[in-house]
T-cell receptor, first 113, second 116 residues
Framework: KNQVEQSPQSLIILEGKNCTLQ??????????LRWYKQDTGRGPVSLTI?????NTKSNGRYTATLDADTKQSSLHITASQLSDSASYIC????????????FGQGTTLQVKP | GAGVSQTPSNKVTEKGKYVELRCDPI?????LYWYRQSLGQGPEFLIY????????DSGLPNDRFFAVRPEGSVSTLKIQRTERGDSAVYLC??????????????FGPGTRLTVL
């Protein structure tokens, strides 16, 4: 069973519009939650990292939220650009000595002009 | 170098052959990770090195997979008797620091392995 579930699986929006991607996880306890952006044919690039005590973190037009009680996170993209077209992956880090990263399957976002 | 580099970028091989995938981490990063990413999926953990030693190899799928990091820098992922199911993108990442917790991992571009 995947411990990190993302929705939607894919999304198409028009340039300039906002969108929100969802992440539900069952990893517990966890150390931090990360959102990565992965362009086609490239490795993932970190957007935000939040510890369990943080509720929100922004990086430019990207804003991530975290509700550790309900084990949910979201990534909100404001005023989308064509370059936002990519896969967005939610990643939860186990706590303790392992610190292993558990990856979601990603949401593929396509921004159209 | 400026980032994590991986070679080759693409590798096509025949079933049953042996392959080696190379990863050059960011200079000074003590931790190195290998992941495997199938089409439409998120990366899956394979192995984690701290320095020269494999601190966690619990993600290696079977004994055909092996990885080394003899000098604590460059790492090589080795796959013996390749199978078609091994076809995937193999990602390498490195991080600064002696633990995995809260250390940001920087990913390379990956090696796309195709087993015919």
């Amino acid at each position: 069973k995947n411990q990190v579930e993302q929705s939607p699986q894919s999304l198409i929006i028009l340039e300039g519009k906002n969108c929100t991607l969802q992440c539900n996880y069952t990893v517990s306890p966890f150390s931090n939650l990360r959102w990565y952006k992965q362009d086609t044919g490239r490795g993932p690039v970190s957007l935000t990292i939040m510890t369990f005590s943080e509720n929100t973190k922004s990086n430019g037009r990207y804003t991530a939220t975290l509700d550790a009680d309900t084990k949910q996170s979201s990534l909100h993209i404001t005023a989308s650009q064509l370059s936002d077209s990519a896969s967005y992956i939610c990643v939860v880090s186990e706590t303790g000595n392992t610190g292993k990263l558990i990856f979601g399957q990603g949401t593929t976002l396509q921004v159209k002009p | 170098g400026a980032g994590v580099s991986q070679t080759p970028s693409n590798k096509v091989t025949e079933k049953g052959k042996y392959v080696e995938l190379r990863c050059d981490p960011i200079s000074g990063h003590t931790a190195l990770y290998w992941y495997r990413q199938s089409l439409g999926q998120g990366p899956e953990f394979l192995i984690y090195f701290q320095g020269t030693g494999a601190a966690d190899d619990s993600g290696l799928p079977n004994d055909r997979f092996f990885a080394v990091r003899p000098e604590g820098s460059v790492s090589t992922l080795k796959i013996q008797r390749t199978e078609r199911g091994d076809s995937a993108v193999y990602l390498c990442a490195s991080s600064l620091g002696r633990t995995r917790v809260n250390n940001e991992q920087f990913f390379g571009p990956g090696t796309r392995l195709t087993v015919l």
